[in-house]
C-alpha cells in the first residue's frame, strides 16, 4: 500500500496537480492532513464525517481505498466512498500522527 500512495505522490507532483481532497475538494495545505489511497486523498475532516455516520448496511459500490465491495461503505460522496474499516485505520494513522507530533514529557 505504501508503494501504491508514494507512487500516486510522485504522479501528482510530476504533473503539478495540487493535492486535495477526493471527497470535499478542500486542497492539502488549508490546515488539514491526508491520507492518502491508490489514487484518492481524504482529508481529516472528511474522515471525521465519515466517522460520525451511522451505517445501516452494505451500501452499492466499492471503497475508493481498499477496493472491496462485500464492505459497508461508512460515507459515499460523489467522487469517493470509504469503507468503514478504512474509516478506523485513517483515524488510527491521524492518531499516531498525533502521538508523534507531541514533544516528549
Excluded at 488549508?30 to 464525517?49: D, L
Excluded at 466499492?62 to 485505520?89: H, M, Y
Amino acid at each position: 500500500m505504501v508503494a501504491i500512495t508514494e507512487r500516486v505522490r510522485r504522479f501528482a507532483r510530476r504533473f503539478g496537480h495540487p493535492i486535495q481532497c477526493s471527497a470535499c475538494r478542500v486542497p492539502r495545505g488549508a490546515g488539514r492532513r491526508m491520507i492518502a489511497g491508490p489514487g484518492v486523498y481524504i482529508c481529516e475532516a472528511c474522515v471525521a464525517e465519515a466517522a460520525g455516520q451511522e451505517v445501516v448496511g452494505p451500501s452499492p459500490g466499492r471503497c475508493s481505498f481498499c477496493g472491496r465491495r462485500d464492505v459497508p461503505n461508512a460515507k459515499t460522496w460523489p467522487q469517493v466512498a470509504i469503507c468503514t474499516s478504512c474509516v478506523e485505520l485513517t483515524r488510527r494513522i491521524l492518531a499516531e500522527d498525533d502521538q508523534r507530533s507531541r514533544p516528549a514529557p
